[in-house]
């Protein structure tokens, strides 16, 4: 599924709305409907008004955006675009009589929930820097005043998979817990334990098929995947082949121990276990 502009997701245990798509690199710019609260990011960056910050990574100035930030890792753009990491939106694209309004709406979001104002980009003067709060205009508020910190990203649309229940699930975590079988041998003794894998890079899904050795596989998108995993979880299964029908392939003898050879050569591996608690808890 594609990211669609002025939808709201779910990502990294935040709520975002997407807000700007580029054509050519395949970015897609997200607006946070808040992570935390503090002082304005400047004061803690020790930026003098007045002054733009929308340029600045401000990750390390709390630790649930540093928490955040390492989350997003590699699926967000870092030093490009005049664009650092997570930043903060300036008044220009907040502004409801020529902004952006799906950067509004985000931002009126995060302020409802937090019942404050959100934070911008520009210190207009010493001490003082940019808000934004509801439907009102922008404002200004004391800059070591508490505000909400609702930082937008952009995001590598390649690095993720959207599901549909409007999720963003990077493929990083599921990139952390996938492994290689040492071997043909203790891939089989895997499969004869009674688990089943599911290959990140390939859609493999294979597990045994019956108590005489036989072995069956299907290949799955990882959208697919979710949907499998999600049945089976609401189910009580831990195996996703009760929750599949058709399509498969059945493999005996020979040409099971041949298809075990081969996959086991291959990278990418992750349990079915590993892949809803990373996948369908992320």
Same mark, same amino acid.
């Given at each position: &599924?594609?990211?669609?502009?002025?939808?709201?997701?779910? &990502?990294?245990?935040?709520?975002?709305?997407?807000?700007?798509? #580029?054509?050519?690199?395949?970015?897609?710019?997200?607006?946070?409907?808040?992570?935390?609260?503090?002082?304005?990011?400047?004061?803690?960056?020790?930026?003098?008004?007045?002054?733009?910050?929308?340029a600045i990574n401000i990750a390390n100035c709390y630790p649930e955006t540093k928490d955040l930030f390492e989350k997003l890792g590699d699926a967000i753009l870092?030093?490009?675009?005049?664009?650092?990491?997570?930043?903060?939106?300036?008044?220009?694209k907040a502004y409801h009589s020529n902004g952006d309004r799906n950067a509004?709406?985000?931002?009126?979001?995060a302020s409802a929930r937090f019942c404050m104002s959100c934070w911008l980009s520009e210190s207009l003067m010493p001490e003082w820097a940019s808000v934004i709060q509801g439907d009102t205009e922008w404002s200004a508020l004391g800059s070591k005043k508490t505000g909400v910190i609702a930082p937008a990203v952009y995001l590598k649309t390649s690095m993720v998979t959207v599901t549909?229940?409007?999720?963003?699930?990077?493929?990083?975590?599921l990139a952390k817990k996938a492994f290689k079988f040492e071997n043909s041998a203790d891939m089989l003794r895997c499969l004869y334990q009674g688990f089943d894998y599911y290959n990140i890079e390939t859609g493999t899904y294979v597990f045994t098929y019956n108590d005489m050795g036989s072995?069956?596989?299907? #290949?799955?998108?990882?959208?697919?995947?979710?949907?499998?995993?999600?049945?089976?979880?609401?189910?009580?299964?831990t195996c996703w082949s009760s929750c599949l029908g058709g399509g498969g392939w059945i493999l005996d003898g020979d040409s099971?121990?041949?298809?075990?050879?081969?996959?086991?050569?291959?990278?990418?591996?992750?349990?079915?276990d590993d892949f809803a608690n990373n996948y369908i808890n992320a």
């Open positions: &599924m594609r990211i669609e502009i002025g939808k709201e997701y779910e &990502m990294a245990g935040y709520k975002w709305t997407a807000i700007e798509s #580029t054509t050519n690199d395949g970015l897609v710019l997200l607006q946070s409907h808040g992570v935390c609260t503090g002082v304005w990011p400047g004061v803690i960056l020790k930026q003098e008004g007045p002054v733009d910050i929308g870092v030093g490009e675009h005049g664009y650092q990491g997570l930043f903060l939106i300036p008044a220009r509004r709406n985000a931002l009126s979001i549909d229940d409007n999720r963003i699930i990077l493929n990083q975590q072995i069956a596989y299907y #290949t799955l998108s990882k959208e697919e995947a979710y949907e499998v995993s999600k049945k089976a979880k609401k189910a009580g299964e099971a121990l041949s298809f075990v050879m081969d996959a086991a050569k291959k990278d990418s591996w992750i349990s079915c």
